[in-house]
């Protein structure tokens, strides 16, 4: 269905993997999630403009930050949270203070 509409093949693949995300891939479950539910899960996609910088800015503080991480995605968990974030310390602030308060844990990768 959504290869048939009027938009680039890339745009239609992240389409699905988000409703594929949001279990919305039946004809059924985008009925029942209705239009605005449809537009809030494109509007998540859309949220940080690919960006990961606007993370940053839109997280209250470490914690919040090391969440919104984890909700970019499936399989985004604690291990590539701590090897990201460890990686931007001295990029982002809110990743310094995430090192100082202990969230940041050793990875043994």
């Not at 509409?5 to 891939?25: D, N, Q, R, W």
């Not at 949220?47 to 839109?58: A, K, M, P, V, W």
């Not at 590539?80 to 308060?101: C, N, P, Q, S, Y």
């Amino acid at each position: 269905m959504l290869f048939g509409a009027p938009m680039s093949e890339a745009t239609t693949i992240k389409t699905y993997k988000c409703f594929k995300k949001h279990g919305v891939l039946t004809s059924k479950k985008m009925l029942k999630t209705g239009l605005n539910g449809l537009v809030s899960i494109l509007d998540a996609r859309a949220e940080y403009s690919g960006n990961l910088d606007f993370i940053h800015g839109r997280a209250f503080d470490s914690h919040d930050l090391e969440g919104k991480m984890k909700d970019l995605g499936k399989g985004i968990g604690d291990v590539t949270v701590t090897i990201f974030l460890g990686e931007l310390r001295d990029v982002w602030a809110k990743a310094r203070a995430a090192e100082k308060l202990g969230i940041l844990r050793e990875c043994h990768c």
